[in-house]
């Protein structure tokens, strides 16, 4: 027997909702049912940060703090979590990040100041260094258009030198303590949302309708409600879901559920393939790495989505679970423009990526804004090479094609070749001819081959320490 | 008018801001039955409509009713000074985002859902969509402009270097983080209460009155703040007023109108992008001595404010150089796109752009340090001292300007630094430039020189300041109130800011042009004035004095006597002397013949510089802003605070639109870049920590302005050209030295590595 309702707590009081539309945002559902009106509307997609919020939620017996767009999130996710508004944060006095934004002139306009003092929350709370690479990554999801940041990076410097109201958190933990976390089913106006605790009741739910739309950061379905004002009947919420969020390194390989946070997996790539995490830094914004998984990315199967080209070269695979389970190379994945091997009623449950002892990973992304951009081109190589033979060697590329795709006319020239100028030249020379892309206005077909050629040049210079990145 | 403001205080609404509590108009309660309008748009660009199917529309869960043309009881526009900015059309399609009706709803999200169901059966034709097809059909807005000095022949005749070519530079999206919004509430006897998101409350009263065919007494605006205008809220938020007037008047319920993102940067209109073309005459060290300009414009279906940006354009192709002999023809394309507006800078950014461009490119033509053709071509005190529209420059403060931040900047020793970089990089190569700003303040458009204050005094001493002036950002309102306490010699905190409002300063003009401090400061200290004035009378006869009157402190100083303000006022309330005035003013001095452009548009020129130091990557384009070092005059600033954060936020808006944002129209004239997804305005990422601002130590008005400060908000956005320039000479370095005389703006890496050999 489901639960047909959801508790939260919004900011410290606790909340249960089941008479509202499934299709509610956060956002929406502060401004309106609260007249909570800090928290702003800026894009309504995700992008411009001026709706964020913080997310606890129970770990350990701590609460672990994120922050994330109010815009693209669904209310119904929200069981079990609490949810901090910017009118929350100030106690008997301000909270250190708003004292440090006043002194340091971070607001002007003040539109997004509320979304930026959310995310500069976020990063208080979770005690991150204000180092400026930290800085920049913090605030790669929010928009602001008067100030230039520069203040607002120099309130983030400063913040950590004010003392702050000491509160006890007991309240918060007890009441998010007295939440149970079962399956739960919303019924409203015909519509669903369903919030599953394990694989086996998502299995058997999802079996049961069809056009069901799965739910992990809502980067893309969320917007089919804001954007296109499509009503989503059925939603199958898995971010909470135990059997899809998990991070296992076994047998030199990585497995990872679907549903796991990007977020949670970059500090484990840090060891393991840096240049795949450091690519996953660029990856949407901080909000958006918070919430977004490997699932969603696979699932939405875009040619564009900047993870794939790195997990088709590193021969990941993919468990999908229907009625049957089974394991897929995501090679053989893709079919054409957003068209994969996954049917109604399957699920992608987990990726599983090999782990490379000897090889080179390369993960190349081209956009025409380094944070929070989507790429033009994304170049992913694994190679191994050994006396400067190349030993073995995959090139995969993103936004070239209608879905992410093997250069394999390039990789199978330079397999068993000289590392050197010459077979590079003539690898460029292959490239060039195996990829059709389009022009649109992230880039023009000429721009996007040329780079694809010139990445292959990046990667022997980068070989022969040659500086060439950036980034 | 010309004391020191000591106290750099924080923006007003700092604590509000950093707390969620400060109010936008989409914060404001709403009244009860409140009605959400959303308009439904043309997608194509050019065509006619044949017809319209409403049923689906109207039978969508929530719909009240549709506004069309036939709602419109006055005029069928919101033009600010010419026609041509339609409400809805019934007929003709002219451009992608063409307003066709509206459907007012129980709520925002079923009035979309409404307004997407609607049925269109169209003939579309084939639309002009870019400056060069607009230039060979002879597709203008307005008419072109010409204007001359000197004898160019004869300046061509005495060069010993020539150079031609042609420059682009790109349009850009305000992206103003808070939308364009508007919610209008029915009054008694047909009176309507606006609240809107512009910089421009007296134009919407004005528009809403012909539009529903009223007085404009009867339409009452107000605005508290708005979330960032940059322009795109000086005429482009009429439209939205405008609506939600025509439906709460049919429909004599209060109106919201909220544009989503995506709507709004489609339906309004951005900063025009320009083609150049151009041919200049130099000496041996880079002097120039003639320049003959073709410059043109896309200002897409309408004049709106086309005219005066373009002849701003004019104004500041000169930027801070004297160019003995000049011919420019100027024109104001029309295209089948929305209607290019007012953008920070006004055309200013991009005379100044193409003037930049041509130097560094004499410059790498000659083969000679750019900063040194600058500073020979740089206006002088005594010669070489009159623009090439007649005005003569008095205040020119760019030569030590210039020269301070060469050396602050340690220019000399990094462009050494860079070109060994360069020698060691194979792929990775640096650029350097400086460059110069001067920037005429003042509407170009003389009667907008004008402003108004209301000031009372209640009889518990409690200031209440209203002035025409609207709060942006800007610190427009924490700079008026540091002017009104200084006058009063009061505390900052015994001023209450209020919302600017058509019922207590009427006919005002937009925020704009930077000179709404200016402007309103000066009324508001004329209106104070009145009121001291009768203040001193009284003293004078009430307690038998004839001695100076001080106010300062909180107290009145006459005699060896003081008394607080606070038992002044309620005094002089007791002898029935009166504690409120208007105030007015006008800028002097200014005038201009608007068919030659000759004559003095500007009271006076703000003076700036910047160095900007660049990397790019050779293979892909990409390429990181490393360095900024800046010195700008503010004059003698009122809150250098203030100042300083419209520097700063000036610079990074200016390089968003030299770098990441991208406009882009596809050939039949649909925008392909209407949200933040596509079109990427600077993240904290490309504003480099090393960027070092310094407000310049000797800056000082010579024009009687408030504190003798100076405009702060466009100019600092064109030392942002810095950065361009300074990706040019990365380019040029990587071509190694061979010219980048192809790069076009905005550089992304895409033309960046186009402009690669």
Request: glycine letters at 6%; hydrophobic letters at 35%.
């Amino acid at each position: 027997m489901s639960r047909a309702h959801i508790d939260f707590l919004l900011n410290e009081e606790k909340i249960s909702i089941k008479d509202l539309d499934t299709n509610t945002t956060v956002l929406n559902y502060l401004r309106h049912n609260h007249e909570l009106t800090g928290t702003k509307e800026g894009c309504a997609s995700g992008d411009c940060g001026a709706c964020t919020a913080v997310v606890g939620e129970l770990k350990e017996n701590k609460i672990s703090y994120r922050s994330i767009n109010t815009c693209i999130t669904f209310l119904y996710s929200l069981h079990g979590k609490q949810l901090i508004t910017v009118e929350h944060i100030q106690k008997n006095k301000l909270h250190p990040v708003q004292q440090s934004m006043i002194d340091s002139d971070g607001s002007q306009c003040g539109f997004c100041t509320p979304g930026i003092i959310m995310s500069m929350y976020n990063m208080y709370e979770n005690k991150i260094k204000p180092t400026e690479e930290n800085i920049d990554k913090f605030l790669s999801g929010n928009l602001c258009r008067c100030t230039g940041y520069l203040p607002i990076k120099n309130a983030i410097k400063n913040m950590y030198s004010y003392k702050s109201d000491k509160f006890s958190k007991s309240k918060v933990i007890r009441l998010l303590k007295s939440i149970k976390r079962t399956d739960t089913v919303i019924k409203k106006n015909g519509s669903k949302f369903f919030i599953h605790y394990n694989l086996n009741s998502l299995i058997k739910d999802y079996q049961k309708i069809s056009n069901g739309h799965l739910l992990v950061g809502g980067t893309d379905l969320a917007l089919e409600v804001t954007k296109k004002r499509k009503d989503l009947k059925n939603i199958f919420y898995l971010g909470s879901n135990k059997d899809l969020n998990y991070i296992k390194n076994k047998n030199n390989n990585l497995h990872i559920g679907s549903a796991t946070p990007i977020n949670d997996i970059l500090p484990i790539l840090e060891n393991i393939y840096p240049t795949f995490a450091k690519m996953f830094a660029r990856y949407g914004s901080e909000q958006i790495r918070n919430t977004a998984s490997l699932g969603g990315n696979i699932g939405s199967a875009s040619p564009i989505g900047d993870s794939l080209p790195v997990l088709i070269a590193l021969n990941s695979k993919i468990i999908i679970q229907g009625k049957v389970k089974k394991t897929l190379l995501l090679d053989n994945y893709f079919l054409s423009y957003r068209k994969t091997k996954l049917k109604p009623n399957e699920i992608i449950k987990e990726i599983i990526i090999p782990i490379y002892k000897k090889n080179i990973l390369k993960c190349y992304k081209i956009s025409k804004r380094i944070d929070d951009d989507i790429s033009s081109v994304f170049m992913a190589i694994n190679a191994r090479i050994e006396k400067n033979i190349i030993k073995e060697i995959k090139i995969v590329c993103g936004g070239l094609a209608e879905t992410p795709k093997i250069a394999e006319k390039a990789q199978k020239y330079l397999l068993n070749k000289i590392f050197n100028e010459e077979n590079i030249n003539e690898a460029k020379k292959i490239i060039k001819k195996e990829f059709d892309p389009i022009d649109d206005m992230r880039a023009s077909k000429n721009y996007r081959t040329k780079i694809s050629q010139n990445l292959l040049e990046r990667f022997l210079n980068e070989n022969n320490k040659i500086k060439s990145t950036l980034y | 008018m010309d004391k020191i403001f000591t106290k750099n205080i924080e923006h007003e609404s700092a604590v509000k801001h950093v707390t969620g509590k400060a109010i936008y108009t989409d914060d404001i309660s709403e009244p009860k039955n409140l009605l959400h309008a959303v308009i439904g748009y043309s997608n194509c660009s050019k065509g006619v409509i044949k017809k319209i199917d409403y049923k689906d529309v109207l039978s969508s869960e929530g719909v009240v009713d549709i506004i069309t043309e036939k709602d419109i009881e006055g005029i069928n526009d919101v033009g600010p000074i010419f026609k041509g900015d339609k409400i809805f059309t019934s007929k003709n399609i002219e451009y992608y985002g063409q307003p066709i009706f509206a459907v007012i709803a129980k709520t925002n999200n079923l009035a979309k859902k409404a307004a997407l169901k609607v049925k269109i059966d169209l003939k579309i034709s084939k639309p002009i969509v870019s400056i060069e097809e607009a230039l060979k059909k002879k597709s203008f807005v307005l008419k072109p402009k010409y204007l001359t000095r000197g004898n160019i022949k004869d300046g061509f005749k005495r060069s010993d270097n020539f150079l031609k070519g042609k420059l682009y530079s790109g349009g850009q999206d305000h992206f103003y983080l808070e939308g364009q919004i508007a919610m209008t509430i029915p009054q008694e006897d047909n009176n309507f209460l606006v609240y809107s998101s512009t910089q421009h409350p007296s134009e919407t009263q004005q528009i809403i009155g012909k539009v529903l065919k009223q007085n404009y007494n009867s339409i009452h605006v107000i605005v508290r703040r708005i979330g960032g205008g940059f322009g795109g809220k000086e005429t482009q938020s009429f439209l939205f007023a405008a609506i939600t007037s025509i439906a709460a008047k049919k429909l004599s319920k209060p109106v919201k109108l909220r544009v989503d993102r995506d709507d709004d940067m489609i339906m309004t209109g951005k900063r025009h992008d320009f083609l150049f073309d151009y041919e200049v005459g130099f000496n041996n060290n880079g002097e120039i001595l003639a320049l003959k300009l073709m410059m043109a414009s896309r200002c897409g279906i309408s004049p709106d404010l086309s005219g005066a940006i373009n002849d701003r354009a004019i104004y500041h192709i000169d930027n801070a150089y004297y160019i003995p002999n000049i011919e420019i023809n100027s024109y104001r394309c029309k295209t089948n796109t929305v209607s290019n507006t007012a953008f920070r800078g006004f055309g200013g950014p991009q005379g100044m752009f193409c003037i930049e461009n041509i130097i560094e490119n004499i410059s790498q033509k000659l083969k000679l340090e750019a900063s040194e053709i600058r500073k020979i071509n740089f206006y002088k005190d005594k010669i070489k001292n009159t623009t090439h529209y007649g005005m003569r420059i008095t205040d020119n403060v760019i030569e030590d300007i210039f020269n301070k931040l060469i050396k602050k900047s340690n220019y000399k020793k990094r462009k050494a630094e860079i070109n060994n970089f360069n020698k060691k990089n194979k792929v990775l190569k640096k650029g350097i430039a400086i460059t110069p700003v001067k920037f005429g303040i003042s509407f170009t458009t003389t009667h907008l020189n004008q402003g108004g204050a209301l000031v009372h005094i209640y009889t518990d001493g409690s200031i209440h300041l209203n002035h025409g002036g609207i709060e942006m950002g800007q610190g427009l309102m924490t700079k008026l109130a540091l002017v009104a306490s200084n006058e009063f010699g009061l505390n900052y905190e015994n001023i209450k800011i209020s919302s600017t409002d058509t019922e207590k300063v009427p006919n005002t003009s937009a925020s704009a042009a930077s000179a709404t401090t200016d402007i309103n400061g000066a009324a508001i200290v004329n209106a104070i004035n009145n009121i001291k004035s009768g203040l001193n009378e009284f003293i004078y006869d009430y307690f038998k004095t004839n001695s100076k009157i001080k106010y300062e402190n909180n107290y009145v100083y006459f005699d060896k006597r003081k008394i607080s303000f606070k038992e002044l006022i309620s005094t002089a309330y007791l002898n029935r002397i009166p504690l409120s005035s208007s105030g007015f003013y006008k800028t002097d001095k200014i005038n201009v013949n608007t068919k030659t452009l000759q004559g003095r548009p500007f009271l006076y020129f703000t003076y700036g510089a910047a160095v900007t130091e660049v990397i790019i990557d050779k293979l892909t384009g990409e390429n990181k802003i490393l360095q900024v070092d800046i010195i700008h005059d503010v004059g003698n600033s009122i809150n250098k605070r203030i100042d300083k954060g419209q520097i700063e936020g000036g610079y990074i808006q200016g390089l968003g639109w030299l770098t990441t944002e991208e406009v882009s129209w596809k050939s039949n004239g649909v925008l392909t870049t209407h949200s933040p997804s596509t079109y990427k305005i600077p993240t904290a990422g490309e504003t480099p920590f090393k960027f070092n601002v310094e407000i310049y130590d000797r800056g000082f008005n010579k024009e009687k302005v408030i504190n003798r400060s100076k405009a702060v908000g466009e100019p600092p956005f064109m030392l942002a050209i810095s950065s361009f320039i300074a990706l040019k000479d990365a380019v040029c370095n990587a071509n190694k030295g061979k010219n980048s005389k192809n790069l076009i703006a905005p550089a992304t890496a895409e033309n960046i590595l186009k402009s690669l050999h």
